[in-house]
Nanobody, 118 residues
Framework: QVQLVESGGGLVQPGGSLRLSCVAS????????MGWYRQAPGNQREMVAK???????NYADSVKGRFTISRENVKNMVYLQMNSLKPEDTAVYYC????????????WGKGTLVTVAS
């Protein structure tokens, strides 16, 4: 029932910008912490940014000052604005929903590929 669908990935030049979007369905969106994770070849999946139901945000050190996570609860949307992109930002980016209870679980989108290259 829970579905997370990412969009907005693609090829961008170093120094450029891209905005990722995630539309959620199947649950009461405004109650959940949402996040963006990424996984590059040969690397573990890492947290990029989180935003709580109250709007508090947290970022990986590698993206602080460059990326911004936001949400529009009325639209069931979460966004990741990515500026000053670097080749090392190249990865598959995943939308994520945190669990709210012990019997709940993390949900993931299928991912969208971001490639930063000249």
């Amino acid at each position: 029932q829970v579905q997370l669908v990412e969009s907005g990935g693609g090829l961008v030049q170093p120094g450029g910008s891209l905005r990722l979007s995630c539309v959620a369905s199947g649950y009461i969106f405004r109650l959940y912490t949402m996040g963006w994770y990424r996984q590059a070849p040969g690397n573990q999946r890492e947290m990029v940014a989180k935003i709580t139901s109250g709007g508090s945000t947290n970022y990986a050190d590698s993206v602080k000052g460059r990326f911004t996570i936001s949400r529009e609860n009325v639209k069931n949307m979460v966004y990741l604005q990515m500026n000053s992109l670097k080749p090392e930002d190249t990865a598959v980016y995943y939308c994520e929903r945190d669990p709210l209870a012990g019997y709940d679980r993390t949900y993931w989108g299928k991912g969208t590929l971001v490639t930063v290259a000249s």
